[in-house]
Nanobody, 126 residues
Framework: QVQLVESGGGLVQAGGSLRLSCAAS????????MGWFRQAPGKERAIVTV????????YYADSVKGRFTISRDNAKNTVYLQMNSLKPEDTAVYYC???????????????????WGQGTQVTVSS
């Protein structure tokens, strides 16, 4: 089992920044990929970015490239999402998720994730 707890959401004006954190506990050694997803009101949940615990380049959805950065601190079992130049359309509940099976590259966008956090609300005002 892996437990995930997100934090860092809030209300920010357009153009501002937020940093989300996702603290993982439990059998984190078995987690291979960590992803951030978001779900806006009335829309399906969509992946934003993914990073693996073992290294390698992170991958981003086109909508956030150049503005969002995912990073990890393996010693703290924590994954971060730095969000800059926020837009009103970034408003959503953001979830982190862990996948215990192998995936690579943008293939990690299309696979099933095994564990989910409870989500944290990000609201960007215009």
């Amino acid at each position: 089992q892996v437990q995930l707890v997100e934090s860092g959401g809030g209300l920010v004006q357009a153009g501002g920044s937020l940093r989300l954190s996702c603290a993982a506990s439990g059998r984190t050694f078995s987690s291979y990929a960590m992803g951030w997803f978001r779900q806006a009101p009335g829309k399906e949940r969509a992946i934003v970015t993914v990073i693996t615990w073992s290294g390698g380049n992170p991958y981003y959805a086109d909508s956030v490239k150049g503005r969002f950065t995912i990073s990890r601190d393996n010693a703290k079992n924590t994954v971060y999402l730095q969000m800059n130049s926020l837009k009103p359309e970034d408003t959503a509940v953001y979830y982190c998720a862990a996948r215990t099976g192998y995936c690579s590259g943008y293939g990690c966008f299309r696979v099933k994730y095994d564990y989910w956090g409870q989500g944290t609300q990000v609201t960007v005002s215009s």
